[in-house]
């Protein structure tokens, strides 16, 4: 998760960049398209400890999210143009936070308090500028790729169902 991000402000760039990126054959439009017309929600999270996709479904659309996973999971696309607008929001995000008093609680005043400690605050901008999009591919595809994958599912199911789903793309 964030504690383990090699310089501070990669894991909020990576998140966003990986989830209007798309996969690799696909962009997130695409996608879009393939599940309008269903109650597939998916979503990559960085914590600050963990790395998870987040999704949610009808159970009868249980199957697609599934695929979607798969998809998102062993078909990575980190599109370089999705990085430098999430950087090009940011930007405007830091511009705004840096009017605000609670802007300066962020930026200022959480790393004071914390002696410096990245993980306290925001990181300056001036920092998170120069984060390179290569960087930021290397670091996510350094523990994107599942070696020891957890599914959790929860709610109204056919248990049988959902191993046989699961059974046939994991």
Known sequence: ????EPTPGMAMLAEDTVNIS????????????LVA?????LRFRIGENTFS???NALFKDFELLIQMLQTML?????REDQFANVKSKMELMYQKLSR?????????VQPFLANGNPHFGMPPWKDVAKLEFSAMQKWVRSFSVPKDLEISVVGDFDE???ILV?????
């Open 1 to 4: 998760g964030e504690q383990c």
């Open 22 to 33: 798309g996969s690799g054959q696909l962009p997130k439009s695409a996608i879009d398209t």
């Open 37 to 41: 017309g269903s109650s597939v929600e």
């Open 53 to 55: 996709w987040l999704g």
């Open 74 to 78: 062993y078909d990575q696309g980190f």
């Open 100 to 108: 605000e008093i609670d802007g300066a609680m962020v930026l200022d």
């Open 160 to 162: 049988d169902a959902v």
């Open 166 to 170: 699961l059974e046939k793309y994991f």
